[in-house]
């Protein structure tokens, strides 16, 4: 199976540091979750970072661009099924940029704050010699027995996605809504064997969760729910949907289709294969955004 | 009493997002101070950043790079008398940039984790158009009564510094030694009413811890510990010194200045002057580096 340039060379620097061991989880799921907590709770730590020309450009509306700023890592805190607590941002603004700029980004990123329940606990910023960038540094927290991680899979388990995806360019990727209350609804109610936010498209996302479940995967190329305007191509590998992959034992799965439209009615959950035991992905699946292959 | 451009713009853009206040210890401080620990104990949350060209150069060995991103939050955590936990790194990275360079920087970085028991727990990537840049996200953690902000110093509080200050850029900002063990010792021992670490330059940092404490300051020019070869301009003004400034009430200098010496016989501590009732900065005073202010 693929590994992205991105995972490996991930993977290769953290040979390098010590590496949280005793801890539920260390790098490369979602989120990190510590312990420290209350008892019976655990800590979620996630940075992520935007940057001009790659996620956003200087044309758009700043506060739109505060809103993506923190809703990202927002994504991955649904993906575990938790809460998010705490934001602290951090700015690397070029010279040919003013304070107004700061201004209008903040008000985006607030309406955001307000909206998801965090709160901003602090940030540090920088001259940089060119470009826009952000890095959100954001805590959450969930109650140790409804975290989902993306490892948890096992061959059979039906796969499920949320929303619809490709052609986030078009302007979802500056609007999303964070699947927060349907992470925190499938954790307490469905527990699906492993889960995931689809960032770098279906086609790099999910053979990563496969991968860290040890499993193979089998997906039915028309069932994956393109956005209008889109086809399956773009669905697997434009990126950025923030929507919700999720592997569920077929057992709960029979829960899920039953109880889900009531819970969400307004938002589609769609069933695109399962879990196989471990094999090779399918000659033609993409290989989805990745930061470090395409241009 | 001079506000900084940067203090000024950051302050003002918090106005725009929703800000921790059921916790000790939002943002303002060396770092922020969350509840949700063991009974007793807080969680520290600090982000900071680093960018080229501003606080290191392409030709810098990006061991050192690295060891220094690291170290400078390690610092904020020493500033508070806590003890570092977890790291999660985000890095931007410009298209001339191979991975060889993040090797390295991860190598040093992994040096600095090591020596001063932080595991790193996860971390970002991106591209950018030019420019390398890092942000670092930190937790730690101190028992609540230990804390120290800069916010309790009180007139007549006598004014120390670690080490000494100025022309950091002749090599001290790339390979020093956060004052983790200091700081520690210094909340078991002494308890200082005010801490922070001098980053920006005593000429802004003194001010921020006075601002913070509702105070003046009165300072001994002559007793500033300036780094050999630099003048007390520099001391004031450089900033990258990551020593510490403590205020201390009368009584308790009295043991500081005894205990000190045998506690850390290698690192000096000078007396520089005093916290005094609320007035402005003397007219000489320097405005320190100031990220928006000084090219």
Redesign the interface.
Known sequence: MKICA?DK??N???R??????N?PL???DD??A?K???PG?L?L???????????FLRSHDPAKVGWKALCRPLSDIAAMGGTP??A???F??PPDLD?AY??KF??G??RA??RFG??????????????I?V?V?L?G?INSKHLLTRAGGNPGDILFVTGQLGGSIAGHHLKFIPRLEEGRWLAKNIHPSAMMDISDGLGADLPRLARASGCGFKVDYAKIPSRKGFDIRAALSDGEDYELLLAVPPAQAVLLRKKWPTAFPKTRLTEIGSLTPPRPAPTDWPSGWD??EIK
């Open positions: 991105e060379l991930l290769g620097l953290l390098l540091v010590p590496v949280t061991q801890q260390g790098p490369g989120c990190a510590i420290g907590g209350k709770t800590i730590l996630k940075t992520d970072c935007i940057a001009e020309d790659v996620h607590t705490e602290l941002i951090t690397f603004s304070s700061w201004k903040y008000r990123l607030g704050a307000r965090v709160t901003i606990a602090g940030g540090e910023m920088s001259r940089q010699k060119s470009g960038a890095s540094m805590t927290q930061h470090f």
